[in-house]
């Protein structure tokens, strides 16, 4: 297991408090908390020098479904490598993104290409 797996490790089944993705200054932020035994432990995820960024609801025909959830729990935070996201069509086939964490909600994901993440006060570096 990787050293950055084993820092997101700590999110996983956390609830999303809030969610943000600011275009203007490349970052996605997140604000999380995890109850364990009636005590609440509240993360920052902040999500630096986004490069790209593709979300999927759910998979097959239920990815049509827009219902709005009533919470969101982070199922799965992993640290990924060898993923790619790629376009097909005139023009757009120029575009190409490399996620390098993958962030499952329920049944949809976020993927995420960044080059540094920090939860509360860790500096994660992530591409350089």
């Keep these: ?21 600011d275009h203007k200054n490349h970052r996605i932020d997140l604000k999380t908390v995890a ?6 432990t509240n993360y920052e995820v902040v999500f630096e020098d986004v490069i790209s960024y593709c979300w999927v609801n759910d998979s097959g ?10 919470y969101v729990d ?10 790619s ?3 097909k069509g005139n023009y757009i ?10 962030l499952e909600m329920w049944n ?12 509360n006060n860790d500096n994660i570096q992530l591409a350089k």
């Design 85 to 87: 996201i790629t376009l």
């Design 93 to 102: 086939d120029q575009y190409v993104g490399l996620p390098n964490i993958l």
């Design 61 to 70: 025909n239920g990815r049509l479904s827009t219902e709005e959830w009533n």
């Design 108 to 119: 949809s994901i976020l993927l995420i290409e960044a080059k540094r993440l920090k939860v």
């Design 74 to 83: 982070l199922t799965a935070v992993h640290h990924i490598a060898e993923a």
């Design 1 to 21: 297991m990787s050293k950055i797996q084993e820092k997101l490790d700590i999110l996983w089944g956390t609830t999303v408090k809030e969610f943000n993705i």
């Design 35 to 40: 109850i364990d035994n009636g005590v609440e």
